[in-house]
T-cell receptor
């Protein structure tokens, strides 16, 4: 059983460029979450999907951010016109929809973004 | 204002000593999770506590969920250098149907050999 995987693991980009991250959840997990974590803080919720439907977006997610989960499996997170304040670790998590286990989320290794 | 407050923020102890990390909130949670995170990696799930008053043991780690389901603690007995890491508590408030997690800011634990 493979866990949640994320690619790339590291990304360095120049301000103003677009970047895209990919997340592959644990197979058959219906829910997929994106979080952002900055140094010295816990992860903060960005958005989540149930199957292919994006059900909630945080106010942290400006209009430069977009996420998709087109077939209810993998997901992508795109940041357009990156800013230095976007530098952070972007974490993906998935959870099953099994009663009693829905609240437990399993995280990927993260994508560390550095915007120069 | 964070929904979950963790204390202490930093903890440095000698190998073999015990330690306790606290996670407190004014909100009620249907469950709380504890994760450990190492630098440059994602959080790794340690345990989920669900029932008020519940105590779970994982080798040298003991997790407790408060009776009112507003707080939790993690106790490590005879800490080892391998226990070094950032310990995070997280949960979704009771009644939430989206299960998005709110995290504490974490407790950085350093165990010196």
């Amino acid at each position: 059983d493979t866990g949640v995987s994320q690619n790339p693991r590291h990304k360095i980009t120049k301000r103003g460029q677009n970047v895209t991250f990919r997340c592959d959840p644990i197979s058959e997990h219906n829910r997929l979450y994106w979080y952002r974590q900055t140094l010295g803080q816990g992860p903060e919720f960005l958005t989540y999907f149930q199957n292919e439907a994006q059900l909630e977006k945080s106010r942290l997610l400006s209009d430069r951010f977009s996420a998709e989960r087109p077939k209810g499996s993998f997901s992508t997170l795109e940041i357009q016109r990156t800013e230095q304040g976007d530098s952070a670790m972007y974490l993906c998590a998935s959870s099953p929809q099994t009663a009693g286990d829905q609240e437990t989320q399993y995280f990927g290794p993260g994508t560390r973004l550095l915007v120069l | 204002t964070q929904l979950l407050e963790q204390s202490p923020q930093f903890l440095s102890i000698q190998e073999g000593e015990n330690l306790t990390v606290y996670c407190n909130s004014s909100s009620v949670f249907s469950s709380l999770q504890w994760y450990r995170q190492e630098p440059g990696e994602g959080p790794v799930l340690l345990v989920t506590v669900v029932t008020g008053g519940e105590v779970k043991k994982l080798k040298r780690l003991t997790f407790q969920f408060g009776d009112a389901r507003k707080d939790s603690s993690l106790h490590i007995t005879a800490a080892q250098p391998g226990d070094t890491g950032l310990y995070l508590c997280a949960g979704a408030p009771s009644g939430s149907n989206d299960y998005k997690l709110s995290f504490g800011a974490g407790t950085t634990v350093t165990v010196r050999a």
